[in-house]
Each structure stands twice: as structure tokens, then as C-alpha cells.
Nanobody, 119 residues
Framework: QVRLVESGGGLVQAGGSLRLSCVAS??????????MGWYRQAPGKQRELVAD???????NYVDSVKGRFAISRDNARNTVHLQMNSLKPEDTAVYYC???????????WGQGTQVTVSS
């Protein structure tokens, strides 16, 4: 089981930036060996994976955020970050982190953090 706590969301104008953080913990959870991902869910839409990072640090992004978002991890602090620049109103969503091993999240989700981008 893994506990995920996201933070860093807020209200920002289009073109602005935010940095999201997620701390992962669990008695049997070893952060460093897990691929991690940032997901988002906009109202009326399905949750989607927007960025992921492997245990070795390789990253992938959905096309809509390439060049604007950057995912990183700090294994010493069991933390994964999402730096979001040049934000657009369509980035408005609740953002969640989770593992992304073999391309699938764990069944455990945190409360998420709301990101709202005004035009």
C-alpha cells in the first residue's frame, strides 16, 4: 500500500507557472524502484497521464504538455515534482500523482491538488 500526498496547486493566470509536489510513503513501499506519474482529471473528462518518470529518471510527456511541463524526482525525499510553465486554461484539472509501473497506476490515490488557470 502507498500513501500519496499532493500539494502545490492553486489559481494562476494563463502563462503563469506552478510547481506541484507529491510525497509517497508506505511501510512496504520503496519509492526509488517505482516509476511515478502525474495524472490529471478535468471536469467531465477521464483521468489522463500527463507525465511519467522511470526509476532511472527517463521521462515521458503527453503531447499537450511537451515543452511546458517537467517531471522530476527526489528519491532521498520520496518526492516527485511537476514544474508547470506557460499554463493554459485547458490545463485546469485536479492533479494526482501515483506509481506508473508497466504503464498502470496503483489502486491507491491521494486527494489530488486543484490547478485552475484563468484566461
Amino acid at each position: 500500500q502507498v500513501r500519496l500526498v499532493e500539494s502545490g496547486g492553486g489559481l494562476v493566470q494563463a502563462g503563469g507557472s506552478l510547481r506541484l509536489s507529491c510525497v509517497a510513503s508506505g511501510s512496504t513501499f520503496t519509492f526509488s524502484i517505482n516509476a511515478m506519474g502525474w495524472y490529471r482529471q478535468a471536469p467531465g473528462k477521464q483521468r489522463e497521464l500527463v507525465a511519467d518518470i522511470s526509476s532511472g529518471g527517463s521521462t515521458n510527456y503527453v503531447d499537450s504538455v511537451k515543452g511546458r511541463f517537467a517531471i522530476s524526482r527526489d528519491n532521498a525525499r520520496n518526492t516527485v515534482h511537476l514544474q508547470m510553465n506557460s499554463l493554459k486554461p485547458e490545463d485546469t484539472a485536479v492533479y494526482y500523482c501515483n506509481t506508473n509501473n508497466l504503464g498502470r497506476p496503483s489502486p491507491y490515490w491521494g486527494q489530488g491538488t486543484q490547478v485552475t488557470v484563468s484566461s
